[in-house]
Protein backbone atom coordinates (compact mmCIF):
# COMPACT_ATOMS: atom_id res chain seq x y z
CA UNK A 1 0.00 0.00 0.00
CA UNK A 2 1.06 3.71 -1.10
CA UNK A 3 1.52 5.96 2.08
CA UNK A 4 1.92 9.32 2.09
CA UNK A 5 5.25 9.26 3.51
CA UNK A 6 6.03 6.66 0.70
CA UNK A 7 4.77 9.23 -2.20
CA UNK A 8 6.20 12.14 -0.93
CA UNK A 9 9.99 10.32 -1.03
CA UNK A 10 9.07 9.28 -4.60
CA UNK A 11 8.44 12.78 -5.30
CA UNK A 12 11.53 14.11 -3.57
CA UNK A 13 13.33 11.84 -5.86
CA UNK A 14 11.84 12.16 -9.51
CA UNK A 15 12.11 15.84 -8.10
CA UNK A 16 15.51 15.54 -7.73
CA UNK A 17 16.22 13.61 -11.27
CA UNK A 18 14.61 16.08 -12.98
CA UNK A 19 16.72 19.38 -11.43
CA UNK A 20 20.32 17.04 -12.11
CA UNK A 21 18.70 16.00 -15.63
CA UNK A 22 18.53 19.76 -16.54
CA UNK A 23 21.53 20.46 -15.52
CA UNK A 24 23.63 17.96 -17.01
CA UNK A 25 24.47 20.22 -20.69
CA UNK A 26 24.99 17.76 -24.09
CA UNK A 27 26.88 20.83 -25.84
CA UNK A 28 30.26 19.66 -27.53
CA UNK A 29 33.37 20.51 -25.79
CA UNK A 30 34.70 24.26 -26.91
CA UNK A 31 31.00 25.17 -28.61
CA UNK A 32 28.62 27.45 -26.38
CA UNK A 33 25.53 27.46 -28.83
CA UNK A 34 24.30 30.70 -27.20
CA UNK A 35 27.31 32.27 -27.44
CA UNK A 36 27.77 31.37 -31.27
CA UNK A 37 24.35 32.80 -32.13
CA UNK A 38 25.03 36.03 -30.89
CA UNK A 39 28.20 36.34 -32.08
CA UNK A 40 28.78 38.93 -34.75
CA UNK A 41 29.91 37.76 -38.38
CA UNK A 42 33.53 39.07 -39.18
CA UNK A 43 33.98 37.97 -42.54
CA UNK A 44 31.91 35.74 -45.01
CA UNK A 45 33.83 33.93 -47.63
CA UNK A 46 32.17 31.90 -50.53
CA UNK A 47 33.17 29.55 -53.86
CA UNK A 48 31.05 28.16 -56.12
CA UNK A 49 30.97 24.32 -55.60
CA UNK A 50 29.32 23.86 -58.95
CA UNK A 51 26.50 25.82 -60.93
CA UNK A 52 23.38 24.92 -58.50
CA UNK A 53 25.67 25.16 -55.17
CA UNK A 54 27.94 27.22 -53.09
CA UNK A 55 30.29 27.11 -50.12
CA UNK A 56 30.00 29.11 -47.12
CA UNK A 57 32.74 30.00 -44.45
CA UNK A 58 31.81 32.35 -42.49
CA UNK A 59 34.26 33.26 -39.56
CA UNK A 60 32.81 35.14 -36.22
CA UNK A 61 34.03 37.23 -32.98
CA UNK A 62 34.61 34.80 -29.79
CA UNK A 63 36.85 32.42 -32.49
CA UNK A 64 33.78 30.57 -33.88
CA UNK A 65 33.23 30.03 -37.92
CA UNK A 66 30.76 27.97 -39.33
CA UNK A 67 30.81 26.10 -42.79
CA UNK A 68 27.62 25.28 -45.12
CA UNK A 69 26.26 24.96 -48.43
CA UNK A 70 23.57 26.44 -50.50
CA UNK A 71 21.61 24.81 -53.34
CA UNK A 72 20.39 27.46 -55.68
CA UNK A 73 17.23 25.44 -57.26
CA UNK A 74 13.59 27.65 -57.40
CA UNK A 75 13.99 28.41 -53.71
CA UNK A 76 17.52 28.79 -51.91
CA UNK A 77 18.15 25.49 -49.83
CA UNK A 78 20.45 25.96 -46.66
CA UNK A 79 21.90 23.15 -45.90
CA UNK A 80 23.29 21.83 -42.35
CA UNK A 81 26.00 24.18 -41.26
CA UNK A 82 29.28 22.49 -39.23
CA UNK A 83 30.42 24.50 -36.32
CA UNK A 84 33.77 24.53 -34.85
CA UNK A 85 36.26 27.06 -33.65
CA UNK A 86 39.32 28.48 -34.74
CA UNK A 87 42.89 30.54 -33.91
CA UNK A 88 44.49 33.37 -36.04
CA UNK A 89 48.38 33.94 -35.92
CA UNK A 90 49.20 36.36 -38.80
CA UNK A 91 47.45 35.79 -41.36
CA UNK A 92 47.06 31.31 -40.83
CA UNK A 93 43.96 30.44 -39.66
CA UNK A 94 43.67 27.14 -37.77
CA UNK A 95 40.60 25.42 -37.62
CA UNK A 96 38.88 23.23 -35.11
CA UNK A 97 36.08 21.56 -36.73
CA UNK A 98 33.66 20.25 -33.77
CA UNK A 99 32.26 16.54 -34.17
CA UNK A 100 33.18 16.07 -37.91
CA UNK A 101 36.27 15.51 -40.16
CA UNK A 102 36.07 18.54 -42.49
CA UNK A 103 37.40 15.98 -45.78
CA UNK A 104 33.83 14.19 -45.22
CA UNK A 105 32.28 17.53 -46.04
CA UNK A 106 34.45 18.40 -49.09
CA UNK A 107 37.52 16.98 -49.88
CA UNK A 108 39.32 20.26 -49.81
CA UNK A 109 38.58 21.32 -46.54
CA UNK A 110 41.20 21.17 -44.04
CA UNK A 111 42.42 22.76 -40.03
CA UNK A 112 44.59 25.02 -41.88
CA UNK A 113 43.59 28.33 -44.01
CA UNK A 114 45.83 31.17 -45.11
CA UNK A 115 44.51 34.48 -45.71
CA UNK A 116 45.02 36.11 -48.74
CA UNK A 117 44.52 40.20 -48.34
CA UNK A 118 45.59 41.25 -51.55
CA UNK A 119 43.12 38.89 -53.33
CA UNK A 120 40.42 39.20 -50.68
CA UNK A 121 40.40 35.34 -50.54
CA UNK A 122 41.06 31.96 -47.56
CA UNK A 123 43.17 29.27 -49.23
CA UNK A 124 42.26 26.14 -47.53
CA UNK A 125 45.90 23.92 -46.66
CA UNK A 126 46.74 20.22 -47.60
CA UNK A 127 47.87 19.13 -43.76
CA UNK A 128 50.71 18.17 -44.51
CA UNK A 129 52.76 20.17 -47.13
CA UNK A 130 51.11 23.49 -46.99
CA UNK A 131 49.86 23.55 -50.50
CA UNK A 132 47.02 25.75 -51.68
CA UNK A 133 44.17 23.30 -52.15
CA UNK A 134 41.24 25.49 -52.76
CA UNK A 135 40.00 29.19 -52.28
CA UNK A 136 36.99 31.14 -51.31
CA UNK A 137 36.43 34.48 -51.82
CA UNK A 138 35.73 37.42 -49.58
CA UNK A 139 31.69 38.43 -49.55
CA UNK A 140 31.41 40.53 -47.03
CA UNK A 141 33.61 41.60 -43.95
CA UNK A 142 32.64 43.84 -40.74
Known sequence: ???KNTMREFNIAIFAFLVLAMGCGT???GY???EFRRSE????YSTMANELQDDYLVLKENNYFEFHQTIWMVATIKQVGYVGTYTQSNDTI???WIGVNPQEIRP???SKCIIDSTANQIW???QVS???IKSLTLRGKK
Open 130 to 132: DIR
Open 27 to 29: SKL
Open 32 to 34: NKR
Open 1 to 3: MIT
Open 124 to 126: FLE
Open 41 to 44: TIAT
Open 94 to 96: FLN
Open 108 to 110: FLS
